[in-house]
């Protein structure tokens, strides 16, 4: 009884479209995390500040802030999806876990929790 095995797949399906989706949208939504972040930190002062008495900005700007909270639980929910869909989708040798929503996960939630920390003071 020796069978071979016939490659029936014509190729990606819904859910690992979903999957490649949920890891896009959890990156791009990372990468505007930080970006806001360094826009809404507070001002370093420099020579040139000091020299013509300009006015800075000492704490965060705090609307930057909510655009960053919900761009992190976007990501969380993104993350949280996709690696949902990756643990029921582990039937072949050859399907692997996406570790970059693992990763996307782990930063989304210590973002949040830094979000909760300075919102807290």
């Not at 002062?45 to 960053?68: A, G, K, P, V």
């Amino acid at each position: 009884m020796n069978r071979r095995h016939i490659e029936r797949r014509k190729g990606s399906d819904l859910w690992l479209r979903l999957l490649t989706w949920s890891g896009l949208v959890s990156g791009i939504s990372l990468f505007a995390v930080l970006i806001i972040t360094a826009m809404a930190k507070p001002q370093v002062e420099t020579f040139f500040d000091r020299f013509y008495n300009l006015r800075l900005r000492r704490s965060w700007d705090m609307d930057l802030m909510n655009y960053i909270f919900y761009l992190l639980l976007l990501c969380l929910v993104c993350s949280l999806g996709g690696l949902i869909i990756n643990s029921r989708r582990r039937r072949r040798k050859e399907d692997h876990i996406c570790a970059s929503l693992i990763v996307m996960l782990c930063t989304s939630l210590f973002g949040l929790a830094l979000y909760l920390i300075l919102i807290s003071r």
